[in-house]
């Protein structure tokens, strides 16, 4: 009678055990697995009847931290998590509580494993998404404080610039060389600005045809001093006679510091020699030009390749990268409809190559000399600009075109002085206190409505979404400062002319 109690007790264990939903294993003293259930091998991906036979170790089979067994062995209960490896090589996150207990009158542990791979890759997800949210909400943030930056910088910037070229136009040979690289310096500043608001607001690119080797060797200008204070050794291959690339070239000035920068840093504790080569060429099967920055260093381990452009991974030591720059890189480079890929030589470092389509149609000649300023006969101008600096600059381009200027502080003193006169062209700031660009404009619209074509924008500034779609919608022509003379004197010149402004070459 007893050994059926027994035989039956056996049973309804051996029933429970296999019923489980958990993955059961029973560990004996030696540290092997002498005992498991169906749902511990599902888990592992072994189908009905494949699991491995008994008793296994850690070479063969399941294997949680030795010292979290000898713990259970002594009596503890343990809770832990745990990664081990599937079947198929894939990562198994486990969630394991471990009691001791006694099996045929020896020590066991019973472990009891539940699959938390999902619920682990949940939520990462979501954690992924709220620092995502979280970054965009950063960004946008950023963008409106680099708005406000922009204007400020740009107002002097265009003073530097129309101030610069005027020189230019009327200097001697050597004031005229002075000037030049005064007009340079600002503009590249310009650049500058655009670049970081670009980046913050995340911007659909601005797309003209663009010379690859201009932009690499402007980007190698840019870093070369971090460059050449690392002790580094540049080495530059650009093939000549390229084709133009269609492409916003401040974004693709972004992406290549990206690279080099990267490049940069992964050398820092590199041995010399220390070498970074960039270079240039034109795939003509594929019709794209690339552009390929390698280095030296000590590469991307096999296993993070495939994560190096997702946002916020780095391999870079704490305070050295915030793992946004490769992910915005690529984001860049996709929306221009090209390619960024990753090598690893075996003889080490890595080589980062852009492949970007190049210029078809009439796009491809964008390069050419522009047209001469429309000669016209002069006008009546109003200028409307809260920037004293900005108004005499503007003023004096349009006065040395022939044209009758009259300047206007805010949008309120314009309104006074077009109650009093008759302007044939209107340029008025968009950011001003009181009553701004777009305020004015509606104002024009309501009170002369003939006149509202006569309007345009200078901005400071990349404009806001709402703003951006307010000109749009108004159709008026944009001149975004910093400005050249010629630019100006053309805009002027078309829309007084002909009623519309026609898009540059």
């Not at 220390?274 to 000590?298: E, H, K, M, Q």
């Amino acid at each position: 009678m007893a050994e059926a109690a027994l035989r039956a007790s056996e049973e309804q264990y051996r029933a429970m055990f296999n019923a489980s939903i958990d993955g059961l294993a029973l560990w004996n003293p030696a540290g092997q697995i002498v005992d498991t259930n169906p749902a511990l091998w599902r888990m592992y991906g072994y189908g009905d009847g494949q699991s491995p036979a008994l008793p296994l170790d850690c070479d063969t089979g399941p294997c949680y931290h030795t010292d979290f067994l000898k713990a259970v062995a002594a009596g503890e209960s343990i809770h832990s998590e745990v990664t081990d490896l599937r079947k198929d090589g894939s990562a198994l996150e486990l969630e394991v509580h471990g009691i001791p207990m006694q099996y045929q009158g020896q020590p066991h542990v019973l472990t009891i494993a539940r699959d938390i791979t999902e619920k682990k890759r949940s939520a990462g997800e979501l954690a992924r998404q709220r620092e995502s949210l979280y970054q965009r909400e950063k960004l946008a943030a950023l963008g409106s404080l680099l708005a406000g930056v922009a204007h400020e910088l740009n107002n002097p910037l265009s003073v530097v610039v129309a101030r610069a070229v005027l020189l230019e136009e009327q200097g001697d040979s050597v004031t005229q060389a002075a000037a030049l690289k005064i007009r340079t310096a600002a503009e590249r500043c310009a650049r500058i600005v655009r670049t970081f608001l670009a980046m913050a607001r995340q911007q659909q690119p601005e797309r003209g045809a663009v010379a690859v080797n201009d932009v690499v060797s402007a980007a190698l200008d840019m870093t070369a001093y971090a460059v050449r204070t690392s002790s580094i050794e540049v080495t530059l291959d650009l093939s000549k006679g390229l084709p133009l690339i269609l492409a916003d070239a401040d974004q693709l000035h972004q992406v290549l510091l990206n690279l080099i920068i990267n490049a940069q840093q992964s050398l820092q504790d590199q041995t010399a020699p220390r070498r970074i080569r960039v270079s240039s060429c034109f795939d003509y099967l594929a019709n794209v030009v690339c552009i390929t920055v390698a280095d030296n260093g000590p590469g991307i381990p096999a296993h993070l390749r495939a994560r190096v452009f997702e946002p916020y991974f780095t391999t870079k030591p704490t305070g050295m990268g915030t793992g946004v720059g490769l992910a915005v890189s690529l984001g860049i480079v996709e929306a221009h409809d090209g390619t960024l890929t990753l090598d690893c030589p075996a003889e080490g470092g890595a080589v980062f190559t852009i492949a970007l389509p190049v210029c078809t149609g009439k796009s491809a000649g964008a390069d050419a000399e522009p047209s001469g300023e429309p000669s016209m006969t002069p006008r009546t101008i109003l200028i409307v600009d809260d920037e004293a600096e900005i108004r005499e600059a503007l003023a004096e381009i349009l006065t040395g075109a022939r044209h009758r200027v009259v300047t206007a502080g805010s949008g309120r003193e314009a309104l006074e002085r077009m109650a009093e006169d008759h302007y044939d062209v209107i340029l008025t700031d968009i950011r001003m206190p009181d009553l701004d660009g777009r305020a004015l404009y509606q104002e024009i619209e309501q009170r002369w409505p003939g006149h509202a074509g006569r309007v345009v924008f200078v901005t400071g500034d990349t404009l806001t979404s709402a703003l951006r779609e307010f000109v749009s919608e108004s159709g008026r022509p944009v001149i975004e400062k910093p400005f050249l003379p010629s630019e100006v004197r053309r805009i002027v010149a078309e829309l007084a002319m002909n009623g519309e402004v026609a898009p540059p070459d």
